[in-house]
Each structure stands twice: as structure tokens, then as C-alpha cells.
T-cell receptor
Framework: ETGVTQSPTHLIKTRGQQVTLRCSSQ?????VSWYQQALGQGPQFIFQ???????GRGNFPPRFSGLQFPNYSSELNVNALELDDSALYLC?????????????FGPGTRLLVL | AQSVTQLDSHVSVSEGTPVLLRCNYS??????LFWYVQHPNKGLQLLLK??????LVKGINGFEAEFKKSETSFHLTKPSAHMSDAAEYFC???????????FGQGTTLQVKP
């Protein structure tokens, strides 16, 4: 069974640019959630996708957007990058949407904005 | 509203001694609670999960946690620390019907030889 995978592992961008991060969910999972983890802090929920629809969103501006594809993989897009967007971005998958299911995390993408 | 508070930002123990990482929660609903561990430069790994079945939950690697509703606590324990337990530990509560997990600020566990 393949776990959650993310790409790329590391990324460096400059302020104002756009970035796309990718996530492949664990086999059999149809729900993907994205989190931002700033240095020294706990992860913060960005949004969740369930069967290609946004199922919940945290307190992040609209320049953070996402997609989920028919194979349940997902993308996180961030426009107009700011220095504070530098963080570890974590993707998690679960068997179905809602709050009760265990979420299984990928290794993350570390984004540095200069 | 749901929230979790990890009472210690840093815990240091000697190898072979017990581990106690403290977490208090606040929830309007019967909560689902989790403990995750994060080793340096790695993703998050689930240690254990509470969903109102048994109040004492056993997890991986000898960890367990006890749900105490009267104290709104969900402390993580292990009888004997191992060097490989050194990591960041997060107490987490889920928000029903939203898919949102709310993380505590984390506790860094240091294990001394």
C-alpha cells in the first residue's frame, strides 16, 4: 500500500510569484486536506477536498486555492507569494470526508519565499 | 468551539524513565482526539486516536493516552523512554463535519542517555 506522497520536497520562490504543490493520496482514500506549518508551530488547516469538491476551509485568503482530480490526487496553488508563506506544507488523506476519520500525512513540501 | 492546549513546550527525560506529555482540550461536541509525532524533517505520524470507545487508548511504540472528560484532558504516556522517542508531539482535536484538525503548539521531547 502506497502512502501519501508530495512533490516537490523543497522549493524556493520569490515574493509575488505563484507556486503549485502536488499531493497523491493513499490508495483507497478519497479525501485530501492541506495544512501549513510555520517554523516552530503546529500545522494550520488550509482546506479539505472530498470527491473533487472543497469540503471545508480554514482562515486563509483566497490566493490559497486547490484542486482535486478524479484519481483523488490534489494540488495546492498559492498566488502572489508573501514572505510569511514560507513554511512546510503538509498534505493528508483519509478514507472519506468529515472530522472523525484519521488523516494520514505526507512528508511535506518545504517552501521558502525570498 | 474546539481547541487544544499542550501544557509543556519542552519535556526532558532520561532514557528508560517514564514520559508524560500533557494536553487539555475544549470541545462543544464529544471530541475525536489524536496524538501525532513529528521527527525532524519528517511528516506527521499518528500515534493514537480516541473516538469515545475506550477511555484508555493504546497506540504504537508503547504509547498510550487516557481520556478524562471531568478534567478535559488527554495526556500521553509511555512507561520507558527510548532515544528514538525524541521528537515533536502534537495533541489534536477534530472539528466535526468539516475535516479540520486543530493542532496544539507541540511539545518537544528530549531523551537524554
Amino acid at each position: 500500500e502506497t502512502g501519501v506522497t508530495q512533490s516537490p520536497t523543497h522549493l524556493i520562490k520569490t515574493r509575488g510569484q505563484q507556486v503549485t504543490l502536488r499531493c497523491s493520496s493513499q490508495s483507497g482514500h478519497n479525501t485530501v486536506s492541506w495544512y501549513q506549518q510555520a517554523l516552530g508551530q503546529g500545522p494550520q488547516f488550509i482546506f479539505q477536498y472530498y470527491r473533487e469538491e472543497e469540503n471545508g476551509r480554514g482562515n486563509f485568503p483566497p490566493r490559497f486555492s486547490g484542486l482535486q482530480f478524479p484519481n483523488y490526487s490534489s494540488e495546492l496553488n498559492v498566488n502572489a507569494l508573501e514572505l510569511d508563506d514560507s513554511a512546510l506544507y503538509l498534505c493528508a488523506s483519509s478514507p472519506r470526508g468529515g472530522g472523525q476519520e484519521t488523516q494520514y500525512f505526507g512528508p511535506g513540501t518545504r517552501l521558502l519565499v525570498l | 468551539a474546539q481547541s487544544v492546549t499542550q501544557l509543556d513546550s519542552h519535556v526532558s527525560v532520561s532514557e528508560g524513565t517514564p514520559v508524560l506529555l500533557r494536553c487539555n482540550y475544549s470541545s462543544s461536541y464529544s471530541p475525536s482526539l489524536f496524538w501525532y509525532v513529528q521527527h525532524p524533517n519528517k511528516g506527521l505520524q499518528l500515534l493514537l486516536k480516541y473516538t469515545s470507545a475506550a477511555t484508555l487508548v493504546k497506540g504504537i511504540n508503547g504509547f498510550e493516552a487516557e481520556f478524562k472528560k471531568s478534567e478535559t484532558s488527554f495526556h500521553l504516556t509511555k512507561p520507558s523512554a527510548h532515544m528514538s522517542d525524541a521528537a515533536e508531539y502534537f495533541c489534536v482535536v477534530s472539528v466535526p463535519y468539516t475535516g479540520k484538525l486543530i493542532f496544539g503548539q507541540g511539545t518537544t521531547l528530549q531523551v537524554k542517555p
